[in-house]
């Protein structure tokens, strides 16, 4: 998934505010946002230092998807919920937890994720095995994607509800958002149902260095490229193309 990590993030900051404390500050509570949003893209952060640095869009870390790493961040919540003080880290904590696992959540909605690293290498996933084998170009083209603009509809929608504005612009927004999200929706499936093929490997697949799908082994499997280990972080790098302009280090 892309940008649409971003919309739980909002939804528990906007939850969550109604129990944060009248004598935190601005710049804390600007703070708990940027825990808030952060969090629910952090895991994904290696993907733009490779984009940056390295001239590919993949991965080429693991444990940032590792479901332990955020049940440590859920027992340290608990630890302070028990000890009944720090209420703002407590909340921070809360926050980062939550945006953790629905980063991991809707990555398994999306394409996969290897949950039990370092445990396991395998996947977990839910999404079509187009998507899964064709990575990120069989992403945007199927109809799973539909969920990044419904998440983002319903943000839309969350926030004009909660806006202390005129009920008819409440309405206003909420027809808009809804009739695009279904215009848009019959738009990519006709476009899909007319030109989107079944994924398969081929040479041309094979050297897109934007693929985004996960491998259960880490080495390269049918067309896209799976995670490398941090041991040896950019195996992959040099069998990738330079698409995008940008050297590579490696
Ligand atoms: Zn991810």
């Given at each position: 998934?892309?940008a649409?990590?971003?919309?739980?993030?909002?939804?528990?900051?906007?939850?969550?505010?109604s129990?944060?404390k009248?004598?935190?500050?601005?710049?804390?509570?600007?703070f708990?946002w940027?825990?808030?949003?952060?969090?629910?893209?952090?895991?994904?952060?290696?993907?733009v230092?490779?984009?940056?640095?390295?001239?590919?869009?993949?991965?080429?870390?693991?444990w940032?998807?590792?479901?332990?790493?955020?049940?440590g961040?859920?027992?340290?919540?608990?630890i302070?919920?028990?000890l009944?003080?720090?209420?703002?880290?407590?909340?921070?904590?809360?926050?980062?937890?939550?945006?953790?696992f629905?980063?991991l959540l809707?990555?398994?909605?999306?394409?996969?994720?290897?949950?039990?690293?370092?445990?396991?290498?395998?996947?977990?996933g839910?999404?079509?095995?187009?998507?899964?084998?064709g990575?990120?170009?069989?992403?945007?083209?199927?109809?799973?994607?539909?969920?990044?603009?419904?998440?983002?509809g319903?943000a839309?929608i969350?926030w004009?509800?909660?806006?202390?504005?005129?009920p008819?612009?409440?309405k206003?927004?909420?027809?808009?958002?809804?009739?695009?999200?279904?215009?848009?929706?019959?738009?990519?499936?006709l476009?899909?149902?007319?030109s989107?093929?079944?994924?398969?490997p081929?040479p041309?697949?094979?050297?897109?260095?934007?693929?985004?799908a996960?491998?259960?082994t880490?080495?390269?499997?049918?067309?896209?490229?799976?995670?490398?280990?941090?041991?040896?972080?950019?195996t992959?790098?040099?069998?990738?193309?330079?698409?995008?302009?940008?050297?590579?280090?490696?």
């Amino acid at each position: 998934m892309l940008a649409a990590h971003l919309v739980p993030g909002y939804l528990m900051a906007a939850k969550s505010q109604s129990t944060w404390k009248s004598e935190w500050t601005s710049r804390q509570r600007a703070f708990l946002w940027a825990v808030a949003l952060g969090s629910t893209v952090a895991p994904d952060i290696d993907v733009v230092r490779n984009m940056l640095f390295y001239g590919f869009l993949n991965h080429s870390v693991l444990w940032t998807h590792s479901i332990f790493v955020y049940l440590g961040l859920g027992l340290l919540w608990l630890i302070l919920y028990n000890l009944k003080h720090g209420s703002f880290l407590k909340t921070a904590v809360g926050l980062a937890t939550v945006g953790g696992f629905s980063h991991l959540l809707l990555d398994v909605v999306a394409h996969g994720t290897p949950l039990l690293y370092p445990v396991s290498m395998m996947p977990f996933g839910i999404a079509p095995a187009r998507v899964v084998e064709g990575g990120f170009s069989a992403y945007i083209t199927d109809p799973i994607f539909l969920l990044e603009p419904l998440f983002f509809g319903l943000a839309i929608i969350h926030w004009a509800h909660h806006r202390n504005i005129a009920p008819r612009f409440k309405k206003l927004i909420l027809a808009t958002t809804t009739s695009g999200l279904v215009l848009f929706a019959v738009a990519f499936i006709l476009l899909c149902t007319a030109s989107c093929q079944p994924t398969s490997p081929s040479p041309t697949d094979d050297a897109n260095p934007l693929s985004h799908a996960w491998s259960a082994t880490g080495e390269r499997s049918g067309n896209h490229f799976g995670y490398v280990e941090e041991k040896e972080p950019f195996t992959e790098v040099a069998k990738v193309p330079n698409l995008t302009g940008i050297a590579s280090a490696n």
